[in-house]
């Protein structure tokens, strides 16, 4: 199965074609299981957790075309871990944004799981920080390297250094999301120059990126940039496209 990363944005019932291959992994999942709704775990650790959780867990339904699905919610808390039965006996897990650091810190008592499932086949959908924390290496909130601004910020409210944390470990490059519209390409750069990562792939809004078996696959309207260190310098380029 595929873990499936969304740069963010996609919230409305016209982006259901994003998550309609997550959701068929999920049917696929569940028909070897001898069910015929797949169960989908549906975990936000946003600040609006319990209104996000459920407007991404319609989403997922109205991506699903036929027989439905059945939606398990999961309304996190900063602070406080997500507990096991949160992604007992589901056929597919996915996970919403918020801040980075809240959502990797209440779901750091689960990688572990985490890992073996989708070694085991369920399919893993990541939206914004979501798919920030799928890596091995996960970005934090920062927009500063030594001080030195790297992306976008308040000009009044100074921000905080980039901070590097074990992610889950799904993927082995560093994702960025909401790469275009906020202007984050330039710290995914400036992280690898400072040799915080060894380099990355960075997400546009409204677009997913499929990681599976064969080739990376690049679906919806925007980009997904790759970010290599080169000699003298960062190599950037796009992909699937």
């Known amino acids: 199965m595929s873990v499936h990363l969304v740069g963010g944005g996609a919230t409305t019932a016209a982006d259901a074609p994003l998550h309609a291959p997550f959701v068929a992994e999920a049917k696929s999942r569940a028909n070897l299981a001898g069910r015929a ?14 209104e996000k959780a459920t407007a991404l867990g319609e989403l997922l339904s109205e991506a699903a075309t036929d027989a439905g699905i059945d939606v398990h919610l999961t ?50 959908l990541g939206v914004s920080a979501g798919a920030m924390i799928a890596a091995e290496g996960s970005l934090g909130g920062g927009s500063r390297i030594g001080g030195v601004v790297v992306s976008p910020e308040d000009p009044d409210e100074p921000g905080d250094e980039l901070q590097i944390q074990a992610g889950i470990g799904l993927v082995d490059v560093t994702i960025e999301v909401h790469v ?3 202007g984050m390409l330039s710290r995914l750069v ?38 290599l260190p080169t ?11």
Request: proline share 4%; no cysteine.
């Open 37 to 50: 709704r797949p169960r989908i775990a549906v975990i936000s650790l946003h600040p609006e957790a319990e």
């Open 75 to 124: 309304a996190g808390r900063a602070g406080e871990p997500i507990r096991f039965d949160a992604i007992a006996e589901v056929d597919g897990i996915a996970v919403g944004g918020g801040v980075v650091e809240d959502v990797r810190a209440g779901l750091e008592p689960l990688f572990g799981e985490l890992r073996r499932l989708v070694a085991d086949g369920v399919p893993y």
């Open 180 to 182: 275009a519209q906020r």
């Open 190 to 227: 400036a992280a690898i120059e400072a040799g915080l990562i060894t380099g990355g792939l960075g997400i546009d809004e409204r677009t997913v990126l499929i990681v599976g078996d064969g080739e990376l696959r690049v679906e919806g309207e925007g980009s997904v940039w790759r970010a």
């Open 231 to 241: 000699d003298g310098g960062v190599l950037v380029s796009t992909i699937g496209r």
